[in-house]
């Protein structure tokens, strides 16, 4: 950031990142936290923290709170593993990014793709 924001043909603090699935959720995890970041579009972003699939619950019923503590147990595994710093979950990290603009972009075929960035989006 600090190298595009330095160069002279970038004007107005245009600044922008375009992330597929991973690259996509780091993305705007990256503009919540770099507010030199002007707009994201991410493609097949969906979840990187067990708070991102709170959603399971409702369109999954039981098989959902299921797969939601299954992943919740996983993801604290992981972060009892490392010494990184859980990332910040990416409906959260959409809200501190506001106004700022967040293009979603799902693949029409993957349902849960849809309901993840409906879930992202509401934040």
Known sequence: ????????????????????????????GAMAADPRIRA???EGATNRSAADKAWLPTVYGVRGSLQQ?????????????????????????AARAAPRPVLL?????????????RYIQAG
């Open 1 to 28: 950031m600090d190298y595009l924001a330095s160069r002279p043909e970038v004007t107005g603090g245009r600044i922008g990142v375009v992330g597929i699935s991973m690259g996509g959720e780091e993305a705007i």
């Open 69 to 93: 503590a299954l992943d919740a147990v996983m993801y604290a595994t992981t972060d009892l593993l490392t010494d990184a710093a859980p990332p910040i979950p990416l409906r959260d990290a």
């Open 40 to 42: 994201v579009v991410a």
């Open 105 to 117: 972009i799902t693949a029409g075929a993957v349902p849960d793709e849809d309901v993840a960035a």
